[in-house]
């Protein structure tokens, strides 16, 4: 979509947002709008697109701290942002069902496409079909192949429940060969079994060794940097989390999970709703 569409679209929802609203919205997307190259969250304007008119159903602006959230009804969207001297981006069309709710961040760059791609932090879906069960099914037995092997740390729901906490970093503050020193922001966090693990913070960024972070198989951190959206998963509910993952090295990564620039490991998250 180019930046004179995306423009139309946004003059298009001024109309349609106000009938979407009267029909009762359904389908909830929220989320972060961030600077692609920094990490920093951006205002700007993000909207759901209808894919076979180009023309926006409903527009919000994020806040300062980079913050949207969009309602409309069921159907396929795709999510654009747009931002004065940024390149507009738009994802590939996803189905939302009634009752869907789909929380992301969203990058955009200032010179062309972004490096990273829209991350998907939370997906909840009331009614599932049986596709989805089936794609949920598989990706838990993937967890329950993992565990079986021994390699890595693997903690269910029955595990986290016994630990008698609330959040997942004061749940990681208890993992063998992970340390926490604040457990509300993950770029506190390392893994002790390296020698390159400590972070530090330099006036060009992160000299040290990365740590990875994902949801529901979908990786969430900017590599060689901290965001704000990936930082504050520390303070993410126990509650709203199915099992834990932790790979502490390069000798413990799965092949899922293993890329170049995470030889200090990662944590992988399986919410409670995940896709």
């Known amino acids: 979509m180019s930046f004179r569409m995306i423009q139309r679209a946004v003059a298009t929802a001024l109309i349609l947002s106000g009938v979407a609203a009267a029909a009762g ?24 697109v209808d894919p ?15 913050r949207f959230a969009l309602q409309a009804g069921r159907g396929t969207y795709q999510i654009a942002a747009v931002r004065p001297g940024y390149t507009s981006v738009l ?27 829209i991350g998907v932090v939370e997906h909840y879906r009331p009614d599932v079909s049986t596709p989805r069960l089936n794609a949920r099914a598989a990706l838990m037995q993937g967890f329950e192949n993992r565990k079986a092997t021994g390699t890595g740390l693997h903690y269910d729901r029955s595990d ?19 340390r926490v020193v604040d457990p509300g922001s993950t770029s506190s966090m390392n893994m002790m079994r390296s020698a390159a693990t400590s972070f530090v913070n330099t006036a060009q960024g992160i000299t040290a060794c990365h740590v990875g972070w994902f949801i ?37 990564m799965p092949s899922e999970f293993a890329e ?6 990662a944590v992988a998250i399986w919410t409670r709703h995940g896709n």
Do not use: W
Not at 52 to 58: C, E, I, L, N, Y
Not at 164 to 176: A, D, K
């Open 25 to 48: 919205a359904q389908v909830t997307v929220k989320g972060v709008l961030y600077d692609d190259a920094t990490g920093s969250p951006l205002q700007g304007t993000v909207m759901l």
């Open 52 to 66: 076979a008119s180009d023309a926006a159903v409903t527009h919000v602006s994020a806040d300062s701290l980079g």
């Open 91 to 117: 994802s590939a069309p996803v189905q939302l069902a009634d009752g869907e709710r789909l929380t992301i961040r969203v990058p955009i760059a200032q010179s062309g496409d972004p490096q990273h791609r």
């Open 160 to 178: 986290l429940e016994k630990a008698n906490v609330r959040t997942l970093g004061e749940f990681l503050e208890n993992v063998p060969g992970l």
């Open 216 to 252: 529901d198989g979908h990786r969430m951190d900017l590599p060689g940097r901290i965001d704000p959206v990936t930082d504050g998963l520390g303070s993410m509910s126990l509650d709203a989390i199915e099992a834990v993952e932790v790979f502490r090295g390069l000798s413990e």
């Open 260 to 265: 170049p620039d995470l030889r200090c490991g």
